[in-house]
């Protein structure tokens, strides 16, 4: 049974109409002049009653690379993976992108049973599911391998599934390997920053991407009619692109993490114009993913990215690592800040940040692509969870099929941001991942986990830890054409401390974050009060918002 399938006839109504629901308090914070009032609705989540105290592994009916008879550098990069309700049933569908052949939509049927249809989309990279024209309906975005940039899937709507038509972005046409959503100009519409990948472009015959006009890191600014293209930067390895708040200045930067020896880029607003900036003393060398996350709960964000740096440094593993490492060893310039490790930076309250990845144990983790946090066993505190493996002919003809195999690493914060390998939850796999993301997929409120492997069936991991408790929140803002409201920022005071989340559609290597907020509770924690600062600064608050429910908050 759909949860939204009930919201929204009480949002409509404005009663009370089912038992199973409950209209909620909403009041505001100070000042008056940014307060916004909103509706809610409280939905309970029924939790799993099988705990194992691990993750169960489900294959799901999608693969991406089988068809390539080799896989070489730079197919070896895989695709990503969205998740997001597309039908408005409640339940969080999943979209697959696929190298070598179509992408795939898995419809939510629920208690982890889903119906495939394919998408006439090949050679896909990144995916994102996002309501790009605020019609109420979630959309499907691609970006692609080669030459091609990015496709649009405008969702009609429709009965009992939607149907979806290629529409053209009337301005989008630049090549795009990475993007990322967000309302950048704070003109309350969505945008989108796409990146190009520089050494793939040269396998398709252009020889100085960076002369090409349709390459580089390029903001596109949604308009009534079209969007309007600038690129930021010619020079572009783009893996992965993040919106967010980097200066603490109440608006978001962009950030483009790069590969190679191509510095990470980063820029920040001053009214019309965007200048670089450069506030990180230290980066990853090859920057393959970026997240971020208040991982202490003392209200600093930590920022976090992956790199190729071996967990196992046994005579063996090192052997298979070697002939690789050696052709990849930066050249360091006397200025250069890229270290070929992971980079987990935490903000020092005086606009500087220091890396603290060997120290928080999160520098070595393998050949590592995607990377997200989540509370994972609903202690309240952000675990880690992250992606591994490569497949490349041409790097690793040393081993058997070319591929390096390596255990995915699951992370268990200590409660303090520092964390610990956690093996005994079973999320070791050695199928090659690259995109993931973190979702309730059977709505019993805790996180599952979904890999878009290469060369293997993609993997749902059901979370059976059953340990503490949750609150879920999507939010609705009507009338905005930021319907979802990315970019809000959302504190839960418990009274164990303050649990911080930001609302999402895009993020991490080639994939798409749900709408949907998680917060992950301690299992004697109060709840006081949720807060909700939109993106456009104002602010609503809802008091003792119940346990184990998913919130619906509609401004």
Same mark, same amino acid.
């Given at each position: 049974?759909?949860?939204?399938?009930?919201?929204?006839?009480?949002?409509?109504?404005?009663?009370?109409?089912?038992?199973?629901?409950?209209?909620?308090?909403?009041?505001?914070?100070?000042?008056?002049?940014?307060?916004?009032?909103?509706?809610?609705?409280?939905?309970?989540?029924?939790?799993?009653?099988?705990?194992?105290?691990?993750?169960?592994?489900?294959?799901?009916?999608?693969?991406?690379?089988?068809?390539?008879?080799?896989?070489?550098?730079?197919?070896?990069?895989?695709? %990503? &993976?969205?998740?997001? @309700?597309?039908?408005? =049933? !409640?339940?969080? +569908?999943? $979209? *697959?992108?696929?190298?070598?052949? #179509? /992408?795939?939509?898995?419809?939510?049927?629920?208690?982890?049973?889903?119906?495939?249809?394919?998408?006439?989309?090949?050679?896909?990279? %990144? &995916?994102?599911?996002? @309501?790009?024209?605020? =019609? !109420?309906?979630? +959309?499907? $975005? *691609?970006?692609?391998?080669?030459? #091609? /940039?990015?496709?649009?899937?405008?969702?009609?709507?429709?009965?009992?599934?939607?149907?979806?038509?290629?529409?053209?972005?009337?301005?989008?046409?630049?090549?795009?390997?990475?993007?990322?959503? !967000?309302?950048? +100009?704070?003109?309350?519409?969505?945008?989108?920053?796409? /990146?190009?990948?520089?050494?793939?472009?040269?396998?398709?015959?252009?020889?100085?991407?960076?002369?090409?006009?349709?390459?580089?890191?390029?903001?596109?600014?949604?308009?009534?009619?079209?969007?309007?293209?600038?690129?930021?930067?010619?020079?572009?390895?783009?893996?992965?692109?993040?919106?967010?708040?980097?200066?603490?200045?109440?608006?978001?930067?962009?950030?483009?993490?790069?590969?190679?020896?191509?510095?990470?880029?980063?820029?920040?607003?001053?009214?019309?114009?965007?200048?670089?900036?450069?506030?990180?003393?230290?980066?990853?060398?090859?920057?393959?993913?970026?997240?971020?996350?208040?991982?202490?709960?003392?209200?600093?964000?930590?920022?976090?990215?992956?790199?190729?740096?071996?967990?196992?440094?046994?005579?063996?593993?090192?052997?298979?690592?070697?002939?690789?490492?050696?052709?990849?060893?930066?050249?360091?310039?006397?200025?250069?800040?890229?270290?070929?490790?992971?980079?987990?930076?935490?903000?020092?309250?005086?606009?500087?940040?220091?890396?603290?990845?060997?120290?928080?144990?999160?520098?070595?983790?393998?050949?590592?692509?995607?990377?997200?946090?989540?509370?994972?066993?609903?202690?309240?505190?952000?675990?880690?969870?992250?992606?591994?493996?490569?497949?490349?002919?041409?790097?690793?003809?040393?081993?058997?099929?070319?591929?390096?195999?390596?255990?995915?690493?699951?992370?268990?914060?200590?409660?303090?941001?520092?964390?610990?390998?956690?093996?005994?939850?079973?999320?070791?796999?050695?199928?090659?991942?690259?995109?993931?993301?973190?979702?309730?997929?059977?709505?019993?409120?805790?996180?599952?986990?979904?890999?878009?492997?290469?060369?293997?069936?993609?993997?749902?991991?059901?979370?059976?830890?059953?340990?503490?408790?949750?609150?879920?929140?999507?939010?609705?803002?009507?009338?905005?054409?930021?319907?979802?409201?990315?970019?809000?920022?959302?504190?839960?005071?418990?009274?164990?401390?303050?649990?911080?989340?930001?609302?999402?559609?895009?993020?991490?290597?080639?994939?798409?974050?749900?709408?949907?907020?998680?917060?992950?509770?301690?299992?004697?924690?109060?709840?006081?009060?949720?807060?909700?600062?939109?993106?456009?600064?104002?602010?609503?608050?809802?008091?003792?918002?119940?346990?184990?429910?998913?919130?619906?908050?509609?401004?």
């Amino acid at each position: 049974m759909s949860l939204t399938r009930f919201v929204v006839p009480l949002l409509l109504a404005g009663c009370l109409c089912s038992a199973q629901q409950t209209h909620l308090p909403a009041t505001t914070v100070a000042p008056p002049l940014h307060t916004v009032a909103t509706t809610v609705v409280a939905t309970p989540l029924q939790a799993s009653v099988v705990c194992s105290g691990a993750f169960v592994t489900h294959r799901l009916d999608f693969t991406t690379g089988t068809r390539l008879r080799e896989i070489g550098t730079y197919i070896s990069n895989g695709a %990503g &993976v969205a998740a997001n @309700d597309l039908d408005n =049933d !409640g339940d969080l +569908d999943l $979209v *697959f992108a696929s190298v070598d052949g #179509e /992408g795939e939509i898995l419809w939510n049927e629920g208690n982890l049973q889903f119906t495939s249809a394919p998408l006439d989309d090949r050679f896909a990279r %990144g &995916v994102a599911i996002v @309501d790009a024209n605020a =019609d !109420g309906w979630n +959309d499907i $975005v *691609f970006t692609h391998r080669g030459l #091609e /940039g990015v496709t649009y899937w405008r969702n009609l709507g429709g009965a009992p599934r939607p149907t979806f038509a290629r529409t053209p972005l009337p301005g989008v046409d630049h090549y795009a390997y990475a993007m990322a959503w !967000g309302d950048v +100009d704070g003109d309350g519409d969505l945008d989108l920053v796409t /990146g190009s990948y520089g050494a793939e472009l040269k396998q398709h015959g252009i020889d100085a991407p960076e002369d090409d006009p349709q390459a580089g890191v390029v903001l596109h600014l949604q308009g009534d009619d079209a969007w309007t293209a600038q690129t930021l930067d010619p020079h572009a390895e783009t893996l992965s692109i993040a919106i967010l708040d980097v200066t603490n200045d109440s608006q978001p930067e962009i950030w483009a993490a790069n590969d190679f020896a191509l510095d990470d880029r980063l820029w920040q607003r001053d009214g019309d114009v965007w200048h670089q900036i450069h506030p990180f003393a230290q980066t990853s060398y090859s920057t393959m993913t970026t997240e971020w996350g208040d991982i202490a709960n003392d209200g600093r964000r930590a920022l976090f990215t992956t790199d190729m740096n071996p967990y196992d440094i046994s005579p063996r593993n090192l052997a298979a690592w070697m002939p690789v490492l050696n052709q990849l060893v930066p050249h360091n310039r006397a200025d250069d800040v890229q270290v070929m490790a992971n980079v987990l930076l935490i903000g020092d309250g005086r606009g500087g940040w220091q890396n603290q990845a060997t120290a928080r144990g999160v520098d070595a983790t393998g050949w590592s692509w995607d990377a997200r946090f989540g509370d994972l066993d609903q202690d309240g505190y952000l675990d880690l969870y992250i992606v591994n493996g490569m497949i490349a002919a041409d790097l690793f003809g040393h081993l058997p099929n070319g591929e390096l195999v390596e255990e995915n690493q699951a992370y268990r914060n200590r409660g303090n941001g520092s964390f610990d390998r956690m093996p005994q939850w079973q999320l070791g796999a050695t199928a090659s991942g690259r995109g993931m993301i973190m979702a309730d997929i059977d709505n019993d409120g805790d996180l599952d986990i979904v890999i878009n492997n290469l060369r293997g069936f993609a993997q749902l991991y059901e979370n059976q830890l059953c340990s503490g408790a949750n609150l879920q929140v999507d939010l609705t803002w009507s009338g905005s054409q930021n319907i979802h409201a990315i970019g809000a920022q959302l504190a839960l005071h418990t009274d164990k401390g303050i649990l911080r989340r930001d609302v999402r559609a895009s993020g991490g290597y080639l994939s798409g974050d749900p709408v949907r907020v998680h917060f992950g509770i301690p299992a004697e924690a109060r709840l006081d009060r949720l807060e909700i600062e939109w993106p456009d600064g104002k602010v609503s608050l809802v008091d003792a918002p119940p346990r184990n429910n998913l919130l619906t908050v509609t401004r």
